[in-house]
């Protein structure tokens, strides 16, 4: 997401990034281990990078305010410290 590019990921069912993607429409999310179902899904994603030109400035927003490393290592150490 750093660089624009879009998440395909392979999560349990209930994971808190199902949600992200799908809000935020930054990618495709396999909650099953079937191989076909990625596939399906990786599909879709190529689809979804050749129409939607938005996508890697979402992605690239999603990163910078959600996941930048300062702010996690920020969170860690306020974790570690209680």
Request: aromatic fraction near 2%; proline fraction near 4%; glycine fraction near 4%.
């Amino acid at each position: 997401m750093q660089s624009g590019l879009p998440v395909l990921a392979r999560v349990n069912p209930g994971n808190d990034l199902i949600k992200l993607v799908k809000e935020e429409a930054v990618g495709q999310v396999c909650e099953t281990s079937h191989s076909s179902d990625l596939l399906k899904l990786s599909e879709k994603l190529l689809n979804q990078i050749e129409i939607d030109r938005d996508l890697p400035l979402r992605c690239k927003a999603l990163f910078e305010r959600d996941f930048l490393v300062k702010d996690t290592v920020r969170q860690i150490v306020a974790a570690l410290s209680r």
